[in-house]
Antibody, heavy 119, light 107 residues
Framework: DVQLVESGGGLIQPGGSLRLSCAAA????????MNWVRQAPGKGLEWVSV???????YYADSVKGLFTVSRDTSKNTLFLQMNSLRPEDTAVYYC?????????????WGQGTTVTVSS | EILLTQSPATLSVSPGDRAILSCRAS??????LAWYQRKPGQAPRLLVY???TRATGIPARFSGSGSETEFTLTISSLQSEDFAVYYC?????????FGGGTKVEIK
């Protein structure tokens, strides 16, 4: 069965760091285009980052230089390292697989993990 | 950044009726547009990609159309399970962007 399971969310103070994990089953994260998408309370969906099968990464301007996406092939897991967290980073974070490079629509999503940045 | 504007924000529809949702892009995205359904407490579900190709397992009552800057998602006969929020997303350019969503509610 194809699935994604996120973990690592929680309450963190502004300026702190957090690493989110996304464990995949039924397919390889290394052979796919893997994304992080978030949804802040009362807001819409916001794309955060992507890592290509080649290892190329892209980020939204709002997190560039602060967040880093990576993966561990042996664990078939995607990560999002979030540094210098701000209250506006409070959101539910989802990992999602894209269909392909050409069709970068996301067909498999995790259930999400909640990050709350507050003092 | 390509902005996606969805309309209406809320659509009140009776079960069995047709719903037409709109997504307008601030610049051309060709056919690089997807539609998602979102229910409370659930992850988004991919409905359509390539503007008009239904994703695996999506019922035929969902259909997408359009190109360049104007897109439409049509639900031909609303079922009870279709009441949800719908989002469009473009993947023509980075960053990927989503529309603000259309909530389809029971009339």
């Amino acid at each position: 069965d194809v699935q994604l399971v996120e973990s690592g969310g929680g309450l963190i103070q502004p300026g702190g760091s957090l690493r989110l994990s996304c464990a995949a089953a039924g397919f390889s994260v290394s052979n796919n285009f893997m994304n992080w998408v978030r949804q802040a309370p009362g807001k819409g969906l916001e794309w955060v980052s992507v890592i290509y099968s080649t290892g190329t990464t892209y980020y939204a301007d709002s997190v560039k230089g602060l967040f880093t996406v990576s993966r561990d092939t042996s664990k078939n897991t995607l990560f999002l390292q979030m540094n210098s967290l701000r209250p506006e980073d409070t959101a539910v974070y989802y990992c999602a697989r894209a269909l392909s490079l050409y069709y970068h629509a996301m067909d498999v999503w995790g259930q999400g993990t909640t990050v709350t940045v507050s003092s | 950044e390509i902005l996606l504007t969805q309309s209406p924000a809320t659509l009140s529809v009776s079960p069995g009726d047709r719903a037409i949702l709109s997504c307008r892009a601030s610049q051309t995205v060709s056919s690089s547009l997807a539609w998602y359904q979102r229910k409370p407490g659930q992850a988004p579900r991919l409905l359509v990609y390539g503007a008009s190709t239904r994703a695996t397992g999506i019922p035929a009552r969902f259909s997408g159309s359009g190109s360049e800057t104007e897109f439409t998602l049509t639900i031909s006969s609303l079922q009870s399970e279709d009441f949800a929020v719908y989002y469009c997303q473009q993947y023509r350019n980075w960053p990927l962007t989503f529309g603000g969503g259309t909530k389809v509610e029971i009339k």
